[in-house]
């Protein structure tokens, strides 16, 4: 599911794998822009929402990590960008007792869902989702509950993936 391993510096360097010919020029300037700069006081891994690959790659999902000496002092910033349709194909797919499989992260807004074909999206989605549901991803915590979805009685369950923060519905 890996699509980019990049690694930013503060001195303006890319490193990225795998390599590409020519950036976008309004890509060029990362240190200004917002992933960039919340990075130098942030000392864990952090992910995205999911957003439209600016090389045509689909919708992807970023983990960005900070990078610093031994002093602390910010050097840059390591990401790696995965395919959210790898990740469908892969860990989302449906079984006989399995209606639908959601992937919320920890604000309790929309990943992806068994039901994505993110590869082919041109747009994001934003469904709207039951709070019940939207409060179990914000705080964390697994359980399920007989829910009243589009006017039909589901059983949900969920649990946290703790990794990323998300909850897998």
Do not use: C
């Not at 604000?107 to 709070?131: E, F, I, M, N």
């Amino acid at each position: 599911p890996l699509v980019w391993s990049q690694l930013h510096t503060t001195g303006g360097v890319t490193a990225s794998f795998p390599g590409a010919s020519r950036y976008r020029s309004d890509l060029d300037d990362y240190r200004t822009q917002t992933w960039f700069t919340q990075s130098k006081n942030e000392r864990r891994i952090t992910w995205t929402q999911p957003h439209l690959d600016p090389r045509g790659m689909g919708v992807v999902v970023s983990a960005r990590r900070t990078l610093a000496n031994e002093d602390g002092d910010f050097l840059g910033v390591a990401t790696v960008d995965l395919s959210l349709q790898a990740i469908v194909d892969a860990h989302l797919q449906r079984k006989p007792w399995v209606e639908r499989y959601l992937v919320l992260d920890d604000q309790g807004r929309y990943v992806v869902s068994s039901d994505d074909a993110p590869a082919k999206k041109t747009a994001l989605p934003s469904p709207t989702l039951h709070p019940r549901l939207v409060e179990a991803a914000r705080t964390g915590t697994p359980g399920s509950e007989a829910l009243m979805v589009d006017g039909n009685a589901v059983l949900a369950a969920w649990a946290p993936l703790t990794a990323t923060g998300w909850t897998l519905v």
